[in-house]
């Protein structure tokens, strides 16, 4: 139940494409879901985070997009760039000091 | 500023070796974190310090020995450690516990035992 799985593990996009990553958790407790994108060798950044009471949140070219019935949330990249190749984890909390994490996406934009 | 700062950036020790990993956050956040990460993996909860106290420590070996001398800063104790250990160890903070704050990642020590 404290298990969030992500998908896909991994995701090759042409630049200027719109790559999604999508995330699904079981324990209904958890309030807040952040996204954390990490570069080889570099401890993970947040990216951008959503609580519950809504259904999307954009910060520059990325969208998070919350499904609370279907327990499901994803990331959207707009206008991708080769700057955005990069490991994306998705998380969730509840309250508590515990993120748990997906499980990882690898993820390449092609010029 | 959300910067969290870790040193060294890279340690390599032997088995019998006594090392020590520190973290310093100036955001005045009150929880503290060390991660475990292995390549490919999501980051491991190891420790959680709250308000300067242990608040949780997750079945870590007693070869990892965590410490919090004060709210901005925060070590992680090596000694005796397995090649199994060798990892990017992560510290993070948030704002404080019971509530889902943003935690903030520091770079990380790679680290290396021989």
């Known amino acids: 139940q404290q298990q969030v799985k992500q998908s896909p593990q991994s995701l090759i996009v042409q630049k200027g494409g719109i790559p999604i990553i999508n995330c699904a958790y079981e324990n209904t407790a958890f309030d807040y879901f952040p996204w954390y994108q990490q570069f080889p060798g570099k401890g993970p950044a947040l990216l951008i985070a959503i609580r519950p009471d809504v259904s999307e949140k954009k910060e520059g070219r990325f969208t998070i997009s919350f499904n609370k019935s279907a327990k499901q949330f994803s990331l959207h990249i707009m206008d991708s760039q080769p700057g955005d190749s990069a490991t994306y984890f998705c998380?969730?909390?509840?309250?508590?000091?515990?993120?748990?994490f997906g499980t990882g996406t690898r993820l390449t934009i092609i010029p | 500023d959300t910067e969290v700062t870790q040193t060294p950036k890279h340690l390599v020790m032997g088995m019998t070796n006594k090392k020590s990993l520190k973290c310093e956050q100036h955001?005045?956040?009150?929880?503290m974190y060390w991660y475990k990460q292995k390549a490919k993996k999501p980051p491991e909860l190891m420790f959680v310090?709250?308000?300067?106290?242990?608040?949780i420590n997750e079945s870590v070996p007693s070869r990892f020995s965590p410490e919090c001398p004060n709210s901005s800063l925060l070590n992680l104790h090596l000694h005796a450690l397995q090649p199994e250990d060798s990892a990017l160890y992560l510290c993070?903070?948030?704002?404080?516990?019971?509530?889902?704050?943003?935690?903030?990642f520091g770079p990380g020590t790679r680290l290396t035992v021989t």
């Open positions: 993070a903070s948030s704002r404080q516990l019971a509530v889902s704050y943003e935690q903030y």
């Open positions: 998380a969730a909390n509840f309250g508590n000091e515990k993120l748990t």
């Open positions: 955001m005045g956040h009150r929880a």
């Open positions: 310090y709250s308000y300067e106290k242990l608040s």
